[in-house]
């Protein structure tokens, strides 16, 4: 049964049992999918009284032959006795409860949020914010001795991500200027960078984002200059700014600072710079819901319309205009190509030549949102064929590589796990990413990120993919096969020593306390982890994580940590559904990882243990 017209989950569950106060909303369409996609009903009028009658209190619209179907439908609804007028009274409360809540209908001067302005945003406190976010996000998950690499080393940076700042989906436009790796590590080595850019592309029939590497700006600057005009006619004055690239979906990347109208149109301007000479196919990818007008691309003074193949040659810069009239919800516009097969005979030559030269390679590799996004997910949990056989190229040449990854979900990577002298998971650092990056790189900064997944060494180490049962092996708590990288790890330039775990009874329940020593010559950050097992009950997870703390040591510095523990840690749930607190005697672990093998034989610190007997 879709959960839109669930009565058991969004009410029975949801309020009955755990006691939700709250308002429920669907998915956007969610309500319309149960006739036109799910084929519930023959009549759209019956889904839309369903979706109420289960305790869906308000509706997002969309993608839908029809946009709002409370609107449209549940007046005649009522009529008919498909739902009641106390039921709709009682979702207009909800979700008015909450507006109230907000302070929306309380005048301004009373509401704290409403005497923010928009100039605070990207202020210098957000900036700190970006970079302390990244700095403690990004895990070190392999090191050989290679990092930290010292001022007196030179660097050969490459890698289809290093001088792009990918950002996931539903990111927004950052108002400051984005820190790629290439920036940040060029601002923190200088000289001894030697970048390399990145010159693979796909075949011919295989779209991607046109890149701000083959974009100019008229001022000469990566990217393209769009003006952005406060309506949907290109009238009055616009604000200006540089965009990497067109691709943009502002019902989902707000706020944009200069998005700020209900209707607006954007003219982007600069140049075109292929690199082989070729037919391309070129085309913008946009939505408007209607009336909008449909967009366009010029290049070279002719107007291409939509989408069109076209002859380029490679070095010459042809002068592009594209533009984009916003006239109703759910705007997004995206420039694509296809690249025609490349006629250089090894793509790679250029970063190979400069792996050999350079004491270390920086490798930043990964995705983006042309591979993982809402409804474009992966094929594989593997990196792309090319950038496999990039990698393997690299470790050939016997020089240490140290491979970034940048990506929003886990990956199966064992050759480089195996081959590289290092490896980084940085994630989507954000606007100041690169700059993070280039700080733990060096040394100047510790990491002490920890993974909040476990990456499998194989796809064929997890279930299958319509398997929902989370005993048969998924997550930390179910899987007993080895990973690659277990959940909660993550290394660090220090050592971390646990010690004297106790437990002690409180008048709330438990408390679990121990240890942890700076045992080495860097301070750091230590993520205390604590779990607890199952007290060997059949069919429950072998840990479960109850808590977690972020601890700062400077060399030689100890401290005690302590995490609370009551009859909600020691609730466990049947295979019905049932949750009830489960006697038995239980094994608590704290330290700085899952208290499993390949933790620590990958060299992340240790656990302790100590026994709670719950009766």
Known sequence: ????????????????????????????????????????????????????????????????????????????????????????????????????????????????????????????????LALKSALESIVLLKNDGVLPVGKDKTIALVGNNAALCQFGDYSGIPLNPPVSAKDGL???????????????????QTYVTADAAHLKTPDGGEGLRGEYYANSGFLGEPKVRDDAVVDFAWNDQMPDSLVTTVQFSVRWTGELCPEVTGVYLMRLKWSGSAPCEKPTITLDGKNLGQETAVSLEAGRRYPIVIEYQKAAENPSVRLEWAVPESGIEDPFADEIAAAERADVTVAVMGLGREYESEGHDRETLGLPPEQEEFLGRLFDTGRPVVVVLENGGPLSVPRIEKRAAAVIEAWYPGERGGEALARLISGRENFSGRLPATFPVSEEDLPPFDDYEMEHGRTYMYTEKTPLWPFGFGLSYTRFVWSDPEVRKTKEGWEMSASVTNAGDRAGDEVAELYLDSAGASGQPKYRLRGFARIKLEPGERRTVSFPLTEEDFTLYDFDGTAALRHGTYTAYLGGSLPDGRSRELGASGTVCARITVS
């Open 1 to 128: 049964m879709p959960c839109h017209e669930n009565r058991r989950l969004l009410t029975d569950i949801l309020r009955g049992e755990w006691g939700f106060d709250g308002y429920v909303v669907s998915d956007c369409s969610g309500v319309a999918r149960l006739w036109d996609a799910h084929k519930r009903y023959e009549d759209p009028a019956d889904a839309a009284s369903a979706a109420m009658n289960a305790g869906v209190d308000l509706e997002c619209g969309g993608y839908a032959a029809y946009e709002h179907m409370y609107t449209e439908f549940l007046a005649r609804q009522v009529e008919k006795g498909k739902t009641s007028e106390a039921r709709i009274d009682e979702a207009c409360l909800r979700v008015l409860t909450a507006r109230f809540r907000l302070g929306q209908f309380d005048p301004e001067e009373d509401v704290p949020f409403s005497r923010i302005p928009l100039s605070v945003v990207g202020c210098e406190k957000h900036r700190n």
């Open 186 to 204: 060029t601002a923190e080595y200088g000289a001894a960078v030697d970048f390399v850019p990145w010159k693979w592309r796909p075949d011919g």
